[in-house]
């Protein structure tokens, strides 16, 4: 194991300060625990600077000050791989939006790799390094640590500044660092960490197809189970586990005895919550609710034909991309897709500007931004796709 320093009280931290002012660049990864938490627990935060290797040790450690503080400097590069969760932990924990961020998972994409690429695969293939994962899910709150747990800590960062180097290069010689550049923007601003506060309600596939009261309902559960969850410090699942929502919603109509007529409804849930289910359907549905459910997306039945000539669309931006050696899913996520298929007049600001537009070319934003126009011809033998 490479020599490291474990910090674990405010002196190691003056020193880790210390050791590396005026830095350039630092490697940075975190460990952390989510399951059965309702907020998740920061462990450890990892570090690789041009003077060495530094763990962090969360759980013992008064503040981790010095750290934050050197996400934020724009002067210093932040190298990560899928940094966007350890980004949206620490802003969630820290309020801490980082600055001038470069992610070897992201990097890949704009060389051809796969999108989202793991950090194994990628410092296998680029490195030809393997990186060993067997202590993904272990317990990182426990103390002592073991070796283990720390050579593969260490791992997770060691390998990034040579990453970050190779890919560079690479993206480089294909003339794509602006584009690189202006994708890492995007998680320096606090619009990329604010969360709809509505999300999981307006998202559940239930909403558009049940009655105004079950749907104020729904509503109430949801916010229930989250609200529960975080007074008790314990997963949402742990409090009422998400394949339930339906089938109480459902039933909830027919009160506590319809809950109970429910074999996908535990009896022990019923005892102790049927009353109260029962109460909160019951209750007048209030304006801010009113609100919410303006906002529910109306339920689209796709043409099939239609369905087709958008996927039809969507293969061929696909093969361009791998054409051009760029993954296709960083260019356009499928997620984007069908959400523009679902609603035809959707345009995708992301499509039409950037380094994306330029990827795509005038002909395909065209067809995306008509897509309700396009036709399929046969000419010449060979079946063409076009807009009207």
């Known amino acids: 194991m490479r020599d490291y320093s474990f910090l674990t009280n405010e002196q190691d931290l003056v020193q880790?300060?210390?050791e590396n002012k005026q830095i350039e660049w630092l490697c940075i990864d975190t460990e952390f625990i989510g399951e059965k938490r309702y907020q998740t627990l920061l462990c450890l935060?990892?570090?690789?600077?041009?003077?060495?290797?530094?763990?962090?040790?969360?759980?013992?450690?008064?503040?981790?000050?010095p750290i934050l503080e050197m996400l934020i400097d724009p002067d210093?590069?932040?190298?990560?791989?899928?940094?966007?969760?350890?980004?949206?932990?620490?802003?969630?924990?820290?309020?801490?939006?980082?600055?001038n961020v470069f992610d070897t998972q992201v990097a890949a994409g704009f060389i051809g790799h796969r999108y989202p690429i793991s950090f194994r695969a990628l410092v296998q293939a680029e490195l030809n390094i393997r990186v060993s994962k067997v202590q993904t899910v272990t317990d990182w709150e426990r103390r002592p640590m073991k070796a283990r747990q720390i050579q593969y800590a260490l791992d997770d960062v060691i390998p990034l500044k040579e990453l970050h180097d190779r890919l560079s290069s690479k993206i480089a010689a294909l003339s794509r660092t602006d584009w690189v550049k202006e994708e890492m923007k995007k998680v320096e601003f606090t619009s990329y960490y604010e969360k709809h506060p509505h999300r999981?309600?307006?998202?559940?596939?239930?909403?558009?197809?049940?009655?105004?009261?079950?749907?104020?309902?729904?509503?109430?559960?949801?916010?229930?189970?989250?609200?529960?969850?975080e007074k008790r410090n314990h997963?949402?699942?742990?409090?009422?586990?998400?394949?339930?929502?339906?089938?109480i919603v459902k039933s909830i109509h027919l009160g506590v005895e319809g809950l109970k007529q429910n074999r996908r409804i535990s009896e022990r849930f019923v005892k102790r919550y049927g009353e109260e289910m029962e109460e909160?359907?019951?209750?007048?549905?209030?304006?801010?609710?009113?609100?919410?459910?303006?906002?529910?997306?109306?339920?689209?039945?796709?043409?099939?034909?239609?369905?087709?000539k958008m996927e039809m669309l969507y293969a061929f931006i696909n093969y361009q991309c791998l054409e051009k050696s760029i993954a296709p899913e960083l260019v356009f996520p499928r997620g984007l897709f069908k959400r523009m298929?679902?609603?035809?007049?959707?345009?995708?600001?992301?499509?039409?500007?950037?380094?994306?537009?330029?990827?795509?070319?005038e002909a395909i934003t065209k067809s995306l931004n008509h897509r309700n126009q396009l036709q399929i011809e046969m000419e010449e033998g060979k079946m063409v796709l076009k807009s009207a």
């Open 280 to 308: 909160m359907y019951r209750q007048k549905i209030t304006p801010e609710e009113i609100a919410i459910l303006k906002q529910v997306p109306k339920s689209v039945k796709i043409d099939p034909k239609e369905e087709i």
């Open 200 to 229: 999981e309600v307006l998202n559940h596939n239930l909403l558009p197809v049940i009655a105004k009261k079950e749907q104020a309902f729904l509503i109430r559960l949801i916010e229930w189970r989250r609200s529960l969850a």
């Open 235 to 247: 997963s949402k699942e742990m409090v009422l586990a998400k394949k339930y929502i339906a089938p």
């Open 16 to 18: 880790f300060q210390n």
């Open 76 to 99: 210093i590069l932040k190298i990560t791989h899928a940094g966007e969760n350890d980004y949206r932990l620490l802003y969630e924990l820290y309020d801490m939006i980082p600055k």
């Open 341 to 361: 298929k679902e609603n035809i007049h959707l345009e995708a600001e992301s499509l039409r500007t950037g380094w994306r537009s330029k990827i795509l070319g």
């Open 45 to 65: 935060v990892q570090v690789a600077t041009p003077n060495g290797l530094y763990i962090f040790d969360v759980i013992q450690l008064p503040h981790i000050q």
